[in-house]
T-cell receptor, first 113, second 113 residues
């Protein structure tokens, strides 16, 4: 059974800092990995999707990397802003489990002005 | 519509009652998913539809839970004989293609008293 772990559970940084969020998964037979953002009381917004054959994806100040063989992914946020404050969730889909995603519990990020 | 729409946004019911939660996906999206999220946890997969059929219902916790998508668009999640443990946010998501980027609704907060 796939398990996804995110470290740290919570992170508080001053505005302008570069930061890294970590995600690990136990079964490396994944189809893709996605990073989502969730604001309080809201649904999830997809930030980046990395196919299993890819090493990284970039969107603006966000960069996500994937090391499938070691079961790890990182989300790098450059020059953090207060508007980046949210919970960030990592999720994987398995080669044999089709489209169902297994989520981590998330990292709650606070960027202080 | 512009995004995934879920109604109601909040539902309070009594233990033992029947509830229906509605999801209206993005127009043209053939794939539709239901997830359940408890406080402080990542979403847990419930069921996945491709078109009108349930392609994967392995996440439904028991036979009190049922979902339909009769015309391949709107979906209804039905919960019979609700229990206090069913209290959670029920999230719906859709995607244009299987394994594609997911677009989530804002969820229905279900509270069973």
């Amino acid at each position: 059974k796939q398990e996804v772990t995110q470290i740290p559970a919570a992170l508080s940084v001053p505005e302008g800092e570069n930061l890294v969020l970590n995600c690990s998964f136990t079964d490396s037979a994944i189809y893709n990995l996605q990073w989502f953002r969730q604001d309080p009381g809201k649904g999830l917004t997809s930030l980046l999707l990395i196919q299993s054959s890819q090493r990284e994806q970039t969107s603006g100040r966000l960069n996500a990397s994937l090391d499938k063989s070691s079961g790890r992914s990182t989300l790098y946020i450059a020059a953090s802003q207060p508007g980046d404050s949210a919970t960030y969730l990592c999720a994987v889909s398995g080669e044999t489990s089709g489209s169902r995603l297994t989520f981590g519990e998330g990292t709650q990020l606070t960027v202080n002005p | 519509g512009a995004g995934v729409s879920q109604t109601p946004s909040n539902k309070v019911t009594e233990k033992g009652k029947y509830v229906e939660l509605r999801c209206d996906p993005i127009s043209g999206h053939t794939a539709l998913y239901w997830y359940r999220q408890s406080l402080g946890q990542g979403p847990e997969f419930l069921i996945y539809f491709q078109g009108t059929g349930a392609a994967d219902d392995s996440g439904l916790p028991n036979d009190r839970f049922f979902a339909v998508r009769p015309e391949g668009s709107v979906s209804t999640l039905k919960i019979q004989r609700t229990e206090r443990g069913d209290s959670a946010v029920y999230l719906c998501a859709s995607s244009l293609l299987e394994f594609g980027k997911l677009f989530f609704g804002s969820g229905t907060q279900l509270s069973v008293l």
